[in-house]
């Protein structure tokens, strides 16, 4: 008996140790994504982050909304590997992204400087990021993908579409192709993901985006209750950390 209550002593103490090391990584996680979201004429922005709930290993999602010389930028990445050290990678891509963004740069440039970053100072390190830029006046964006998944456009009248443009991860030193542009209608929805979302051990990824789309382009006009649907539908039982960011595009009022 005595060895049983000093097991049951040895295992809460592992339990509370666990719980305790595991709000400490949330905490610090949260510490490097954005306080709030920028405010565009004619965009409305939401987003959602749920950290993986099964481990005190944490992961390098990340997001980011910044207005630029040239439009309001939006990214979405995923830094390879789930620990602290993944978070603090993360935390130098979304600060050095946000200065390299305010500098002017276009999408394939600020992809090239993340990636020499990372190979400088974080060897061994790779990272996808999806970048999509909104032109003043919202009729038209463009992307540039480094190995995530595609943004999904969801458009009046139109079958949801993902813009697949794409590129090599960060932290392989391979070159980007430049951005493309898109025309997109008004009132038309972005919507960029993590793979912490549609990523199961049951199904194949490709079914899981086709579901992402459909239920996407049925759902709700305004991005904050898109984000809270699709959280719901998808998230119920998910083991990875998960964004989903939003956006909904109008032409500016005069």
Same mark, same amino acid.
């Given at each position: 008996?005595? #060895?049983?209550?000093?097991?049951?002593?040895?295992?809460?103490?592992?339990?509370?140790?666990?719980?305790? &090391?595991?709000?400490?990584?949330?905490?610090?996680?949260?510490?490097?994504?954005?306080?709030?979201?920028?405010?565009?004429?004619?965009?409305?922005?939401?987003?959602?982050? #749920?950290?993986?709930?099964?481990?005190?290993?944490?992961?390098?999602?990340?997001? *980011?909304?910044?207005?630029?010389?040239?439009?309001?930028?939006?990214?979405?990445?995923?830094?390879?590997?789930?620990?602290?050290?993944?978070?603090?990678?993360?935390?130098?891509?979304?600060?050095?992204?946000?200065?390299?963004?305010?500098?002017?740069?276009?999408?394939?440039?600020?992809?090239?400087?993340?990636?020499?970053?990372?190979?400088?100072?974080?060897?061994?390190?790779?990272?996808?990021?999806?970048?999509?830029?909104?032109?003043?006046?919202? !009729?038209?964006?463009?992307?540039?993908?480094?190995?995530?998944?595609?943004?999904?456009?969801?458009?009046?009248?139109?079958?949801?579409?993902?813009?697949?443009?794409?590129?090599?991860?960060?932290?392989?030193?391979?070159?980007?192709?430049?951005?493309?542009?898109?025309?997109?209608?008004?009132?038309?929805?972005?919507?960029?993901?993590?793979?912490?979302?549609?990523?199961?051990?049951?199904?194949?990824?490709?079914?899981?985006? &086709?579901?992402?789309? !459909?239920?996407?382009?049925?759902?709700?006009? *305004?991005? &904050?209750?898109?984000?809270?649907?699709?959280?719901?539908?998808? !998230?119920? *039982?998910?083991?990875?950390?998960?964004?989903?960011?939003?956006?909904? #595009?109008?032409?500016?009022?005069?």
């Amino acid at each position: 008996m005595a #060895l049983y209550a000093e097991l049951t002593v040895e295992h809460k103490d592992v339990v509370e140790r666990f719980s305790q &090391e595991h709000e400490l990584a949330l905490t610090l996680q949260r510490t490097f994504l954005p306080a709030s979201l920028p405010e565009s004429p004619g965009v409305e922005l939401a987003v959602r982050y #749920l950290p993986a709930a099964a481990t005190a290993e944490i992961g390098g999602d990340f997001y *980011e909304a910044v207005d630029t010389p040239h439009g309001l930028l939006l990214a979405v990445g995923d830094v390879v590997g789930h620990s602290i050290q993944a978070a603090v990678v993360m935390g130098q891509l979304r600060h050095a992204l946000r200065a390299y963004a305010a500098q002017g740069h276009p999408p394939h440039v600020l992809l090239e400087h993340l990636d020499h970053l990372l190979g400088l100072h974080q060897p061994g390190w790779t990272t996808s990021v999806c970048i999509v830029l909104i032109e003043p006046g919202n !009729a038209r964006v463009h992307v540039a993908n480094a190995g995530h998944l595609p943004p999904l456009l969801l458009s009046p009248g139109c079958p949801p579409r993902y813009l697949r443009e794409h590129g090599p991860m960060l932290g392989i030193g391979l070159p980007h192709p430049p951005a493309v542009g898109h025309p997109v209608a008004p009132g038309s929805r972005l919507l960029m993901v993590t793979d912490g979302l549609v990523e199961t051990r049951n199904s194949s990824l490709y079914d899981r985006l &086709e579901l992402l789309a !459909a239920t996407a382009g049925a759902g709700p006009a *305004e991005p &904050e209750a898109l984000c809270t649907e699709l959280v719901e539908t998808f !998230a119920a *039982e998910h083991e990875d950390d998960i964004i989903v960011f939003a956006a909904r #595009l109008r032409p500016p009022r005069p």
